[in-house]
């Protein structure tokens, strides 16, 4: 935006006229900014803002930084939400993986930290404002963040992700099976009808799996118990006084697990037995976690990759911990 220069004849000093809504040293008012800032933000590339707005491709990418940046520091001052998931996530072969907090009410990724031990985010763990907010952690069978939850969020309750149980004792399960009938483990009919839950098989598929079955009573047996599994796994907004009804018979079943090829699977679950039953009552999962977790990836492959981690962070804090909405200055 041109305007007229002016010259002061007692100071001898040289000024222009002042815009309404242009801060000092700015060519553009800010909406005009955040105008620009909001198509590319939104996916329209630096060479179409340049021909639509007439500006440079540099100036975009300029402007665009500066809105990054400030929301940013307003993200990253936040304190700790109540509810929170934690899970970790490639990031590059050099650097290793990093650890991904997600505020589970809201919906939004709170932070994203390298690295997925306790030496590596102690510094940060220790620094982290309002961490006895947190009333819920919600994460997958890893004892690294089991041990991280209880040190540094004291207050919180660990629920396990129930996708990942599930999948442990499908894995378990399908281990057993190996090493009882190694021929009908490789049968992908059969691998089908076995993963899949026994409620949601129709007539033909259950009694094409009762006729295998029966050939093999020790894998029936294997087979019926983790159903079982899977049918207290899948519990959920369950009040207290039926939680202490069904624990009983759950730790009847984890007993009987000791004795059978599944020991290994009785031992986790036995370990993971608090967070499990906090299953029973929460409904909160990592689901959410796992779904920034394919944005961050996506954000990733559109910038052919990032070198240096803290402009990964900004983006996907940018990207992922916000609504998109910005308030405009009036």
């Not at 955040?34 to 707005?53: N, Y």
């Not at 030496?119 to 404002?129: E, H, I, M, V, W």
């Not at 190694?182 to 799996?209: C, F, I, T, V, Y």
């Amino acid at each position: 935006m041109n305007g007229y220069k002016y010259h002061c004849r007692c100071c001898g000093r040289y000024f222009r006229h002042p815009f309404v809504g242009i801060r000092p040293r700015y060519r553009a008012s800010e909406c005009f900014r955040l105008e620009v800032f909001e198509a590319h933000h939104g996916g329209v590339t630096q060479r179409g803002i340049s021909r639509t707005h007439r500006i440079s491709p540099a100036t975009v990418e300029r402007w665009y930084q500066s809105h990054i940046s400030q929301k940013y520091k307003e993200i990253i001052s936040r304190p700790c939400p109540e509810m929170l998931g934690i899970d970790e996530h490639f990031f590059t072969r050099k650097k290793g993986y990093a650890t991904t907090l997600v505020d589970l009410r809201n919906r939004s990724v709170f932070d994203v930290k390298l690295g997925r031990s306790e030496l590596s985010l102690r510094s940060y763990l220790r620094l982290l404002p309002g961490k006895e907010n947190v009333r819920l952690i919600a994460m997958d069978l890893s004892e690294t963040y089991r041990s991280i939850a209880k040190k540094y969020f004291p207050n919180a309750t660990i629920v396990a992700d129930r996708f990942h149980v599930v999948r442990l004792i499908n894995h378990h399960f399908l281990k057993a099976w190996q090493i009882q009938h190694p021929e009908g483990r490789k049968n992908r009919g059969l691998l089908s009808l076995m993963r899949r839950h026994q409620w949601r098989l129709n007539k033909d598929n259950r009694a094409n799996l009762d006729r295998y079955l029966a050939n093999y009573p020790v894998l029936r047996a294997l087979y019926i118990t983790k159903q079982k599994l899977i049918r207290f796994v899948l519990m959920k907004t369950m009040n207290q006084n039926r939680m202490e009804k069904k624990l009983p018979q759950f730790l009847e079943l984890l007993a009987q697990l000791h004795q059978s090829p599944l020991n290994a699977l009785g031992k986790t679950l036995a370990s993971w037995l608090q967070p499990i039953v906090a299953m029973w009552r929460f409904t909160r999962n990592n689901g959410i976690t796992e779904g920034f977790h394919n944005k961050m990836e996506m954000i990733s492959r559109r910038a052919y990759g990032f070198r240096n981690f803290e402009n990964y962070r900004i983006r996907v804090m940018t990207h992922c911990g916000w609504d998109g909405v910005i308030n405009r200055v009036r």
